[in-house]
């Protein structure tokens, strides 16, 4: 392989950009992709909520969230579980 003088080495992440990743194993994320999975993160409990609220109301099969009778008692439960 032939070598790579210094000037044509690309580095990836510049320290300023590096964050702490957290979990099992702390590797060095960039602050894009902490924020990306942070914000993943909230979906996944909004998602939890949901489940939740469907289970306490009974409803079962597709219901568009904050459309009719049905998509808005779940909107509303689901907020109140989150405590948005």
Do not use: H, P
């Amino acid at each position: 392989m032939a070598s790579r003088s210094k000037r044509n080495v690309k580095k990836t992440m510049k320290r300023k950009n590096q964050v702490r990743g957290g979990g099992k194993r702390t590797k060095k994320l960039s602050k894009k992709v902490k924020k990306v999975k942070k914000t993943l993160k909230k979906g996944m409990n909004w998602m939890k909520c949901l489940s939740k609220a469907r289970k306490e109301l009974g409803i079962k099969g597709f219901v568009a969230i904050n459309k009719g009778k049905d998509g808005v008692a779940l909107y509303k439960r689901a907020k109140e579980i989150c405590g948005k």
